[in-house]
């Protein structure tokens, strides 16, 4: 082989590398724009239930598909894709939850309250249900850290206590003691509240 | 499969639905804002493409998981060489100290405006035994007894036979 023909060669090999690396840029971009089409709701609600804020649920759920971009590399080799972003969104909104702990709670449960649907009530029904999911939510704030994890993610229907396990990195028979006592405590609680009033 | 799935999901909820379950059921059925699935998608665009962790340049991607090995073990081998050769550079410059014979001693450094002990050496208080004011006159053959019976008990001749050490003089 001559020096011309090997010089050719090696720029239709670089030439060939560049659209490969295009091809599969190409892919992964088709990937992560599916995932975000088919999972962006539900990371939503995940984020909405722990932060209780629209803006910062929505950012929550854009941070979570960064990462997903910084990691595209090894997205085939995910088997559950679904439980992998919940468990994503999950570490990135428990984070945000660690830096705005100063912000008062209350504000939140009042907005929560105000968005809760409450269709077909009159004002004064729609009042004391508002009063009464602010209620709750206050008394979820109370639950240990652990068993209010495990008692929120339990809400959604689409979990299983596997998936749940798996999102938050424990075994399912931690799963399920811990939502058992959650449960009591929250009981507990309500009547305890019932009780003084 | 569905009705595994069910069954768990079913097990989880242990229970009739409670007051509070209600609740949180609503948060967690909340539908997302309109536009949300576009906007992280715009987002997304905005971030650079080359956002990766950890991956290697372009350039340096080789195909063969043995180069790959090869080039892995060159880069450890060149750290490697640079550390141990850091090492014999900086201990072939600064040789360690030869033993002295004497060792010196570094002057005493009074405070400014301080005491100073001028000199004076502390010296350790002796037991002073309790001093007799009127020495007994008894006769030796009296005494013969009393000084078996203090053999006897140490304690006792500590008491009535006083040792009064001499005072070492005090090296100036």
Partial sequence: MSAGQAVFS??????????????????????????VSQYAGTLYRVAYSVLRNASDAEDA??????????????????????????????????????????????????????????????????????QHHAHVLACVEQLPAKERQVLMLSAFEELTSVEIASVLGISESSVRSR??????????????????? | MKTEIRDQRSEIRTSGPSEFDETLRMVARLSPPEGLEERVQVGLRT??????ILRWPEALRLENTWMQNLARAA?????????????????????????TSAIAVPPLVTSQ????????????????????????????????????????????????????????PTVR
């Fill in chain 1, 10 to 35: 090696g720029w239709m090999e670089i030439a060939d590398k560049a659209m490969h690396e295009e091809a599969r840029r190409r892919a992964e971009e088709a990937a992560i724009a599916a995932l």
């Fill in chain 1, 61 to 130: 759920v854009q941070e979570a598909f960064v990462r997903v971009l910084r990691h595209r590399d090894t997205l085939h080799e995910v088997r559950d894709q679904r439980v992998w972003l919940i468990r994503i969104v999950w570490n990135v909104v428990l984070d945000r939850k660690r830096r705005m702990k100063t912000r008062p709670e209350t504000d939140d449960v009042a907005e929560l309250a105000r968005v809760l649907p409450a269709a077909g009530l009159s004002a004064d029904e729609r009042v004391a249900a508002a």
């Fill in chain 1, 179 to 197: 939502l058992f006592r959650a449960r009591n405590l929250m009981a507990g609680l309500l009547e305890h509240t019932r009780s003084l009033r």
């Fill in chain 2, 47 to 52: 971030v650079s493409p080359k956002a990766r």
């Fill in chain 2, 75 to 99: 880069a450890a081998a060149a750290i490697v060489a640079v550390v141990v050769g850091g090492g014999w550079g900086v201990s072939s410059r600064f040789q360690p100290n030869q033993p």
């Fill in chain 2, 113 to 168: 405006g301080g005491f100073s002990s001028a000199g004076a050496m502390r010296t350790p208080q002796t037991l002073n035994g309790p001093v007799v004011a009127h020495p007994a006159t008894v006769a030796p053959e009296t005494a013969k007894p009393a000084a078996k019976h203090a053999t006897k008990s140490p304690a006792r001749q500590v008491k009535s036979a006083p040792v009064k050490t001499p005072i070492p």
